[in-house]
């Protein structure tokens, strides 16, 4: 059982790369979009935060403020790609830059909780 959650955190961990990474990936190239990596990795970090808040192995203590406060910030991420998304293809032009970098500030800061707090 510990194993499987130690996959699990490593699946986390993946989507919260991919979603950085992307970011990072279009921030350095001055693309600006939103891409479909970001919702990938969005989708892997929420569905494996969901697994992990669950007390599996018995044992495991969980402070649920932190990951209340994590899935309030990845809601929020999910909000703002799906708006800098829906923006991007109506009109053709990158995602306005307001919501590009609120893209990474959030996707770091859900790391940062996870790590720090």
């Known amino acids: 059982m510990d194993l499987l959650r130690e ?10 790369a991919a979603t950085f990474g992307a970011w990072v990936s279009e921030s350095v190239a001055r693309r600006f979009r939103m891409t479909r990596v970001m ?3 969005l989708l892997l970090s929420l569905i494996t935060g969901l697994a992990l808040a669950a007390p599996w192995p018995a044992g495991v ?10 899935l309030v910030v990845l809601v929020i991420l ?6 800098g998304s829906s923006q991007q293809r109506r ?4 995602a306005p830059r307001p919501l590009f970098y609120a893209v990474g500030v959030l996707s770091l800061l859900n790391a940062g909780i996870a790590v720090i707090w």
């Open 7 to 16: 996959v699990v955190v490593l699946l986390h961990i993946v989507g919260f």
């Open 61 to 70: 203590e969980l402070d649920y403020t932190k990951l209340g406060i994590k």
């Open 78 to 83: 999910g909000g703002v790609i799906g708006m």
């Open 91 to 94: 009109s053709g032009e990158p």
């Open 39 to 41: 919702d990938y990795g």
